[in-house]
């Protein structure tokens, strides 16, 4: 089983950045694609960026140009750059993993992120 656990949420004005980071534990042979989703007040989870595990890429429209997701295989860490932020990126950022062999997803606990002047 996998832990995931995201740190650098916070609050930041619009047009500024912010860079959150997911570190995971435990079985490190299960993590396959991992990914960032957000939950804003009132509406559902939603994909944010994802990244394979040979580094493909996947963006949702509303962050394409202003996100950019990275990973570091040898410290088991995923990355994401936002920039531009907007006050509409406000919600609860989550870390996501997918098991490559049982499809099993392992969530971290999340991190806020505020966008406001």
């Known amino acids: 089983q996998v832990q995931l656990v995201e740190s650098g949420g916070g609050l930041v004005q619009p047009g500024g950045s912010l860079r959150l980071s997911c570190a995971a534990s435990?079985?490190?042979?299960?993590?396959?694609?991992m990914g960032w989703y957000r939950q804003a007040p009132g509406k559902e989870r939603e994909f944010v960026a994802s990244i394979g595990r040979g580094g493909s890429t996947d963006y949702a429209d509303s962050v394409k140009g202003r996100f950019t997701i990275s990973k570091d295989n040898a410290e088991n860490t995923m990355a994401l750059q936002m920039n531009s932020l907007k006050p509409e990126d406000t919600g609860v950022y989550y870390c996501?993993?997918?098991?490559?062999?049982?499809?099993?997803?392992?969530w971290g606990q999340g991190t806020q992120v505020t966008v406001s002047s």
């Open positions: 996501r993993s997918k098991n490559p062999f049982t499809f099993a997803l392992s």
């Open positions: 435990g079985s490190i042979f299960s993590i396959g694609d």
